[in-house]
Nanobody, 115 residues
């Protein structure tokens, strides 16, 4: 059974920081790109950041300079450090992994930025 499990969401004030983590099961060896998506109420799911198996990263314009994605290939983990959070960052964040052309999703973790 393929599994991606996220952790680290929560409530934070504007300007604050959160770190999201996602761990994949050992049965997911062979993962290529991993990333984070988010979906706010009433909006489509959007790509936030991605990282290839060789460490090449990409970010949505709205998070550049504030969010940092990193990856531990040995542990099959991907993390998202989110700084200078804004209310518009409020969303459910989903971990994503591509393995042999198949896309897998985590269950999602809520991030709420509010004073």
């Amino acid at each position: 059974q393929v599994q991606l499990v996220e952790s680290g969401g929560g409530l934070v004030q504007p300007g604050g920081s959160l770190r999201l983590s996602c761990a994949a099961s050992r049965r997911m060896l062979g993962i290529n790109t991993m990333g984070w998506y988010r979906q706010a109420p009433g909006k489509q799911r959007e790509l936030v950041a991605s990282i290839s198996s060789s460490g090449i990263t990409g970010y949505a314009d709205s998070v550049k300079g504030r969010f940092t994605i990193s990856r531990d290939n040995a542990k099959i983990e991907v993390s998202l450090q989110m700084n200078s959070l804004k209310p518009e960052d409020t969303a459910v964040y989903y971990c994503n992994a591509i393995r042999f052309g198949v896309r897998y999703w985590g269950q999602g973790t809520q991030v709420t930025v509010s004073s």
